[in-house]
């Protein structure tokens, strides 16, 4: 049965695109085999997107439902925006993993299961009734049974020094081997990693790389698989590359932002899902003078934010909605302190806790208008991973420029999605200017500090740093005059002072990029979308522009101000629709604001959107034909 | 700038005044607080742009508009995390954060206690009136039992906190208490406070004219409170009363007041400002069964929060070099796009250097760690299963027929061998089935006519899982847990038979074992 046949009778299928869905327990280090495959796909030349599915619970009981961790890659020799609507490939390392992920799976997919795993319990802890390898309710599916765990403790026999459960450990190492052969792919770079990652115990790596090479080899020595599959590099632009997710890019653009205005970075945060990543991301870096403080709650974070932004440092808070909810009276404080800081939301989904893990774009309107008072303040929002970057650099240069608080509205998909970045040469990054009055001593003749004297152009007040002598004043939450900023109940001062406030956001539309479009200047429709659902909504009209149909694409990525030009570039359109991972927020604040008629695309799953989902909407508000 | 010249000048009082007209209630005791603070001010020696003043909400929290320095009106209960911020930012400044019994215990108790826990370098000044005065009236989380307010018509009826035992809980390392109304020991107290360098604590008795008027009478008439004030300081005796005639004893555990009269001086207890037993000794002393301790409880000396955190900062550039962004970007696999002509070669490097690498992030982390996690020892059990070999088990030597043979001499051999299990082979004593009582029962017995006239191939298993002789035992446990195997049989490289286990023999196996580890 296990006749030996050479690797030159397989027959290679060319393929555009893959998209591999890796699934198993939450112990069974899916995350780590999907981000191997993810790396040397990348270093192949491929371009790439990824996105990870934790289960809610950390430990949530083996084999079950709710313990099922997913990763998916989307590779392909065309350039790739989103992470695949439905997977062709699913590595099912259990029960569990197999029914969770099934729905997903494209029709007539490939299905690699360990079989070893299909044990009675394991089959009712998922809640199969009969064994779907054995009935006929993978008909249709392509199916490779593969008994992973025998095979592998066989191999890795001769690693006496380890326990059986550290050599069933490295079984998703075996699972990578044999997608490794599928699709022709080298094993040198996980190899390099595995004794990079191991160092200290060569013994992990070298069963790591024997249970990866049984894999691969059995690929190359059984029938089991009858077709290897290859997907040529993509024709990205020159340069250097590596992957980053969304916080990772977040973090860096942070961390270039303080650098690129000469102060330290101070991070404030409490640790929630799924924003802790950015604090884990930035605590090591502490040579580029990066201040983290994890605060005792989210209160304390956005506060110790405050002081940090009194004296003198970029400020950063990172959280997710319920964390906004408890930090709204602070950033209130913050707002008319009018100190400049950074309000990062990685948003979930909601309301309340809702679900931690997966991803929403429903916190618009919070940030927006959830807050007493009037509370006007810029927000933006990254559309890919990389963009976090960007988007970190530009919420740093409009906090500084108007002297305010920026939201910076991420999402789950982004965070913990990856995709190719061409890092940037930091010297080519322009500086983000900061002034700050000087001091004299008293007694000069000077005239007394005016804490909300404005910039005659952007109304910003000087950022004076307590150390500063003869510029002493005092800062509040109670309302105030204008200049002195002392406490004033002056219906006419309160007044003043919240136009001022409003109009200084506003005239941030002078500093930011006009809105562009992707396709024709008029068309029939136009797709409106914010956020993470960028490479979703690009690539649907893409495939209808192709198709012939009469659509365009904006994509914005500054919600308040919007850009100046939004308006105009909207008359040009017959219809337009907003799709949203929200009940409708974005085309609210457009109605409202620009006086636009627009339609909503609503959806509420948590899931990201997909393709064929846009595209289906797209053909719906055309017209077939 | 320089602060040489900061040196050089002397500040008055005057300088500290801000421009604010104060507006507390005629007769309030923050009047002297802020008067005191005032005075000690110039005294310290801390330049006025160096000096900050934090607050949250209630009456004591308008105390920054009234000093001319930099300043914070801040929002309920949160001046502590602002003044945490602050001194990361800027560890150069002296803080005072002036909070109040309900801005400080109730709804910004969680950062009072952080903001001592962590020993950031800040002057904590609460305000006890024991009441809520800026809302008007209500019992606060001091209030004794029984106060009768607006919100407490009958009396409250909650236990009151003690301000001095919630910072020795947060392992406060400076702790004192002092009084509104008695100048001369508040200023005292408030610059000790100002010397101690880490979180100082400052509990000032304070008096609400308005609300709560007689709360402190008997500590602050003038007359009789020298009899009710135990003015403590360090490595004297704690004596105390107008004539100096009361001291302090310990009773076991229990302080108690004593004539001097009565007791010889050296019974006496010594302040000891180091002693963290006597200072929550001295905080649990409340009068009026007690005087009251006024004056430092508590001076010890720990790192401060930020001078730690910034002291990272340096040795992480100490040790690595000011952070370059390049090297930040680049610090993960990287691969090279070059122009595309033929099929180009990628190279992947590494320009990551130990630790420049972000972490990887998600759930895996946990799994990495448990692969990485320093040498397990394994139970004796576990270890015996893996560490022997199916060999130990002594399988039985199997018992074959060839693949020829029939199914009545078949049979015929397992009733004569007493067996339940047989293993089939081919002419060159390969194992090529197995045939077991299961067999029987389900695909023979009854179905079959002529058991002489059928071949054993018909009704074996063919290609049965196997073992070989030096694999653990685990795997061949492993193997009947997830197949519900009976059997399993060993064979060579050759693929000939040379054992069966049964499962039988492991649980007999492991019987025994375990019998041999609980002796
Ligand atoms: S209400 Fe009480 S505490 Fe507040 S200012 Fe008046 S007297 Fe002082």
Redesign the interface.
Known sequence: MTDRVSAETYEVEELESVAIRFAGDSGDGMQLTGTQFTNTSAVFGNDISTMPDFPAEIRAPAGTLAGVSGFQVHFSSRNVLTPGDAPQVLVAMNPAALKASLPELERAGTIIVNTDAFTKQNLSKAGYGSNPLEDDSLEGYQVLAVPMTSLNREALAGFKELTNKERDRCQNFFALGMVFWMFDRSMDTTRDWLFKKFARKPIIAEANLKAMETGYFLGETTETFQQRYNVRPAALPPGTYRKVTGNEALSMGLVTAAQKMGKPLFYGSYPITPASDILHSLAPLRHFDVRTFQAEDEIAAICAVIGAAFGGALAVTGTSGPGIALKSEAINLALTLELPMIVVNVQRGGPSTGLPTKTEQADLLQAMFGRNGESPLPIVAPATPSDCFEMALEAARLAVRAMTPVFLLSEGFLANSAEPWQAPRAEDIPEISVKHPQGHRNGNGHSPFLPYERDPETLARPWALPGTPGLEHRLGGLSKAPLTGNVSYDPEHNEQMISERAEKVARLAGVIPEQDVFGAAEAELLMLSWGGTFGVVRSAVASAQRAGRSVAHAHLRYLNPFPRNLGDVLKRYRKILVPELNSGQLALLLRSKLGVEVETYANLSARPLKIAEVRDVINANLGRG | ?STA??EE?TLTRK?FV???TVRWCPGCGDYSILAQMQRVLPATGV????T???SGIGCSSRF??Y?????????HG?AP??????????P??TIWVITGDGDGLSIGG??L??AIRRNVNLNIVLFNNRIYGLTKGQYSPTSRPGTVTKSSPMGSVEQPLNPIAVAMAAEATFVARSIDSHPQHLAATLERAAEHKGASFLEIYQNCVIFNPNEWTDLSDRKNRDDSILYLEHGKHMIFGKDRDKGIRLNGFTPEVVSLDEVDLDDILVHDATSKPLASILGSMEFPDYPAAMGVIRDVRKPDYAGE??G??Q???E????????Q???A?????????EEA?E?E?TSLASD?DE???????E???D???KPE?V?SDF?DL???NTLAELNPKVPITVGKRSSLARTVRQMNQHNIGCMLVTDEENRLVGIFTEWDVLNRVAGLVDDLTQETITDYMTA?P?TLKED??I??AL??M??HGFRHLPLVDDGGQPTGIVSFRDVVGYLNEALEDMTD
């Open positions: 700038m010249a900061t000048i300088d801000s421009d604010q330049a006025k742009e160096k900050v003043f934090i920054p508009y000093m001319n320095t930099y300043g914070i009106h801040s929002i949160r995390a602002l003044a945490t911020g602050l001194a990361i930012a800027n150069d400044l969680n950062h206690l952080h955190l910034i990272q900062v040795t992480a550039q040790q690595r070099g000011a952070g370059d962004l390049n930040l970007y680049l993960a696999d990287l691969w090279t796009v070059e122009e595309r180009e990628r992947i630790g972000m972490p990887i992030t998600g759930l895996d946990e799994y990495i448990e692969m990485d397990e394994l576990q299963l893996v560490t290609d899982l694999l653990p685990a795997q492993n193997l847990s997830i």
